[in-house]
């Protein structure tokens, strides 16, 4: 089965590190249409290289290796999959698979935790969403979560025979039919909204060929209507594959809108010496503090530095020793261990692509919820 891949996952993994400072954990991201398939093998070869001076290191790592690859000879890709992730460290007894519905690129980490970037902007670009196709007397309703289609109720009514009787004048049949409409769009407004509430729909999209849409549209509550990011042309019988990748499309499209709308937000913070925090260390200090609401992050920004996973200490540059309690320290990404502070605290992750002004702004902010400073 595909995983509907979840907050609360990325959660868990931001909450597993060797304490020791050791790189013990691989992390795969997998293709899964890529044509590269000595990745892993050639992946495996650098990384043996490297650890070669350390017998622990490289042992761990032979095992851990071993059981991935065991996994990877032995299942088959599921319907719909276009992504595997992995997380593996065989001294920690711990093992993860994610099937995924969406798309990744292919990589292959050691570090001393769980790399867990790639996972936490799917999980931000792939909001679940609710789609309903329809025309006057037929519905469809499905709720689509990372990738994954849940098809959930159809609907159909025979709106024709119902109402069309021998003699009956064609006003009188207009009117009866549009009666019916109306009270068939009633009735699937009313199964949308009880399943969209149960699965926390955020996003709807509706599509359909003619007026119907409009009418439903129209009778929908504000509360729901509010949540509409688009109104489609569709006819009722095109292949779901294809109604649902444009509504995919359509979704990331919004998604991409709503994470500009927040840059310009951050930047307007900042104007007005508000609620906000920008650039590597006042956004690390704030993410540690449990301060920040929302954190923005470029998509491809990264920055080199150390972590201490003892003392919980992360700064840029170069350490090899840490200089609090003089442990060996590991080299990392500094904005994966902001993410991972992120994850840890339930702080919402924005990741933006190319964006003049984040970049500007040192490729890393947030909107806070509090300020600590009075002054
Ligand atoms: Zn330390």
């Not at 959660?11 to 997998?30: G, T």
């Not at 000879?73 to 993860?96: P, T």
């Not at 021998?166 to 009188?172: D, E, L, N, Y």
């Not at 920004?301 to 090899?320: A, H, L, N, T």
Request: glycine share 6%; net charge negative.
């Amino acid at each position: 089965m595909l995983t509907d891949l979840k907050n609360a996952d990325v959660k868990e993994l931001s909450e597993v590190y060797d304490s020791e400072n050791r790189d013990s954990f691989i992390s795969l991201y997998l293709d899964m249409d890529s044509l590269d398939n000595k990745f892993v093998e050639r992946r495996k070869n650098s990384c043996k290289s490297v650890l070669e001076e350390d017998k622990e290191l490289l042992e761990n790592f032979e095992n851990t290796m071993q059981l991935i690859e065991q996994y990877l000879n032995k299942s088959g890709r599921e319907k719909g999959q276009q992504g595997l992730a992995m997380f593996a460290s065989n001294i920690h007894d711990f093992f993860r698979v994610f099937k995924l519905g969406m798309p990744v690129e292919n990589l292959l980490v050691v570090d001393t935790s769980p790399y867990i970037r790639p996972l936490a902007r799917l999980v931000d670009e792939y909001e679940a969403f609710g789609l309903v196709l329809l025309d006057s007397q037929r519905a469809k309703i499905y709720v689509v979560s990372s990738g994954k289609v849940g098809y959930k109720k159809k609907k159909a009514t025979d709106i024709i025979n119902k109402h069309k009787k021998g003699g009956m004048s064609q006003a009188r049949f207009q009117r009866l039919r549009k009666g019916a409409i109306k009270h068939f769009l009633k009735d699937v407004a009313e199964d949308m909204e009880k399943l969209f509430s149960q699965d926390e729909v955020v996003k709807i999209i509706i599509a359909g060929s003619g007026n119907a849409k409009i009418m439903f549209k129209n009778i929908l509550p504000p509360n729901i209507k509010s949540k509409i990011v688009d109104v489609i042309d569709m006819d009722f019988d095109e292949a779901e594959d294809r109604l649902v990748s444009k509504a995919e499309e359509i979704v990331l499209g919004n998604e991409k809108a709503t994470s500009e709308r927040n840059v310009s937000r951050l930047r307007a913070e900042i104007l007005r010496n508000g609620l906000a925090v920008h650039g590597l260390k006042e956004t690390m200090e704030a993410v540690i503090n449990g301060q920040i609401e929302l954190l923005l992050v470029s998509k491809g920004y990264k920055i080199r530095g150390w972590i201490c996973e003892k003392c919980q200490v992360v700064d840029s540059g170069v350490k090899d020793r840490c200089p609090y309690c003089c442990s060996r320290t590991s080299g990392v990404d500094v904005i994966e261990e902001i993410i991972e502070f992120a994850e840890r605290t339930d702080t919402k992750i924005e990741f933006v692509g190319d964006n003049l002004t984040l970049a500007e702004l040192g490729g890393v902010g947030g909107l806070l919820r509090f300020n600590l400073s009075i002054s």
